[in-house]
């Protein structure tokens, strides 16, 4: 057994291990280490160290199945200020996530920065939490959890992390690796028992004002609220944290139906 999410089979391609195996489904892989993996190709390609990446999104195409996945790159705009690029993971020859990335210039606006949201509880506050009390799946058995007093079912601040790299015997960036655990934020605060309702997510949009500190064993931050409509439809907003503070905002959009309707 690997001790990270993925080996490298190629130029292209990566083995997802069994930490990166999903929650609702045995047989597919978990959308967190995806993203990581696709922030992953972005940062490599064709790098452009005054530009930072100040929005990530990514849409969910099917399935992730939990097998061999490629990954291929491309920019889409390009410029000295400002930068579009998409990174598509496939899988069989199916693609199942497409992101696109904008990288903004960076460039020194602290006297001007300001609106920062609450703050994260600090971890001496917060107590453990056990996930895999709600979930299965191996990506669940990867991460440790802390949750902050006061939580409940669909609004909470937790603290997640893991031990494991992203990629085995490769180095990751901190952004790619933060990116890599933001998708759990729609599992960690549930507002509807899983073995009842099925909620996945088919995007997940991530807006960053600061470069994030992430990698293996560092704490991100989720102060996460779901909201679930009356006709099917979901939303898990977040404003991410890590260990100096506040970086960003993820929206996932949901599509929720009972679990017999979902068989």
Do not use: K
Not at 42 to 59: I, M, N
Not at 114 to 135: H, K, Q, S, V
Not at 213 to 242: F, K, M, Q, Y
Request: glycine share 12%.
């Amino acid at each position: 057994m690997s001790g990270a999410y993925y080996l490298r089979l190629d130029e292209e391609r990566f083995q997802p291990t069994v930490h990166a195996q999903g929650a609702w489904n045995d047989d597919e892989q978990h959308m967190a280490p995806v993203s990581g993996l696709l922030a992953h190709a972005l940062e490599r390609h064709e790098p452009h160290p005054g530009l930072a990446f100040a929005r990530v999104s990514y849409e969910i195409l099917g399935l992730i199945r939990f097998a061999p996945t490629a990954v291929r790159v491309r920019t889409l705009r390009r410029g000295r200020t400002i930068e579009l690029l998409e990174a598509v993971a496939g899988v069989g020859g199916r693609d199942v996530v497409r992101s696109l990335a904008w990288r903004l210039l960076s460039q020194d606006t602290a006297a001007v920065a300001g609106g920062l949201p609450r703050a994260m509880p600090p971890l001496e506050r917060c107590g453990p939490f056990d996930a895999t009390g709600i979930w299965a799946g191996g990506y669940i058995l990867s991460i440790e959890a802390l949750r902050a007093r006061g939580s409940v079912p669909g609004e909470g601040q937790v603290w997640v992390r893991t031990p494991l790299p992203l990629v085995e015997g490769e180095p990751v960036s901190p952004v790619a690796a933060y990116l890599g655990l933001v998708d759990t934020a729609n599992g960690i605060n549930v507002r509807l028992d899983p073995r009842e309702w099925a909620f996945p997510n088919v995007d997940l949009t991530v807006h960053l004002h600061r470069a994030p500190e992430g990698g293996p064993g560092r704490w991100i931050g989720l102060d996460t609220l779901v909201t679930v409509g009356a006709g099917g439809v979901g939303l898990t907003s977040t404003t991410l944290h890590d260990e100096r503070g506040p970086v960003g905002r993820a929206e996932q959009i949901l599509t929720v139906r009972p679990m017999a309707a979902r068989r």
